[in-house]
């Protein structure tokens, strides 16, 4: 396992000298709990030949490329409905239209977009409550004189990806 540590150009020479003897890097469970799908990647490219994966590494691999999928899948889903709703607001007449980016915490992973619609003039009752309707609609909340959505966005794939 502490050979798998090494950095690109150490990794290359230990999986030369290991075809080189006709030996093979078993991969078990346990070490393909441990490293990441990149890693995985990067051993299988010097062959089956030299890096065999056990029934068991084949099925942990397998559920992290089934929930790596999914993460991903979700967050083009969380971006695809920014943009409808970003386009959806941007056509609206007689509003004010910003987006306010903020990433929370020291070490941020996650980047939060808030869409922000405010009233371009004073609107009388009727016109606020249609406005109100077609925004609540979209999903914005009415809060301290403008509407908000917050949609979240991982800046970074989890380890197991």
Not at 16 to 34: K, Y
Not at 65 to 79: D, G, H, L, S, Y
Request: proline letters at 3%; hydrophobic letters at 40%.
């Amino acid at each position: 396992m502490d050979e798998l540590l090494l950095d690109g150009s150490e990794l290359r020479k230990f999986m030369r000298e290991l075809r080189r003897r006709g030996e093979t890097l078993v991969v078990d469970g346990d070490m393909a709990r441990r490293l990441s799908l990149a890693a995985v990647r990067r051993l299988m490219r010097y062959g089956r030949d030299v890096v065999k994966l056990t029934p068991e590494a084949e099925t942990v691999l397998q559920k992290r490329i089934r929930m790596c999928r999914e993460i991903v899948a979700r967050e083009r889903e969380t971006m695809r409905q920014y943009a409808e709703t970003l386009f959806a607001v941007k056509t609206l007449d007689g509003v004010r239209v910003s987006v306010e980016k903020d990433a929370r915490g020291t070490a941020p992973a996650v980047l939060y977009y808030t869409i922000v619609v405010k009233p371009a003039r004073w609107l009388p009752r009727e016109e606020f409550l249609s406005l109100n309707r077609q925004l609540a609609a979209l999903g914005l909340r009415y809060e301290d004189g403008a509407w908000r959505i917050t949609f979240t966005r991982r800046i970074f794939r989890p380890h197991v990806c």
